[in-house]
């Protein structure tokens, strides 16, 4: 069974900055597409950026320009580097693939805040 664990977050002022990681469990993972989530109180979880394993991007227009996904194959880890972070990006992170998913793990908290 794939295991994810998400680590990184914290708390950070209004355009700061902060790097998100993600260690897959498996040899599944470098043919896999990994994705970033996240998940606002009393929101539904939302796509936030995703690569292939071919390294093909995707990111949310909210995120475009600010958010950066990379992965390490050799380390089965997936990077989501966020800069200029708004108050409207507190959330739960999670990493998880897609399209579909694995068991979900624990997910990382970022909070923005003055």
């Not at 990379?70 to 897609?98: I, P």
Request: with cysteine.
């Amino acid at each position: 069974q794939v295991q994810l664990v998400e680590s990184g977050g914290g708390l950070v002022q209004p355009g700061g900055s902060l790097r998100l990681s993600c260690a897959v469990s498996g040899s599944i993972f470098m043919s896999s597409t990994m994705a970033w989530y996240r998940q606002a109180p009393g929101k539904q979880r939302e796509l936030v950026a995703s690569i292939s394993a071919g390294g093909r991007i995707y990111y949310a227009d909210s995120e475009k320009g600010r958010f950066t996904i990379s992965r390490d194959n050799a380390k089965n880890t997936v990077y989501l580097q966020m800069n200029s972070l708004k108050l409207e990006d507190t959330a739960v992170y999670y990493c998880n693939r897609f399209p579909g998913s694995w068991s979900w793990g624990q997910g990382t908290q970022v909070a923005v805040s003055s």
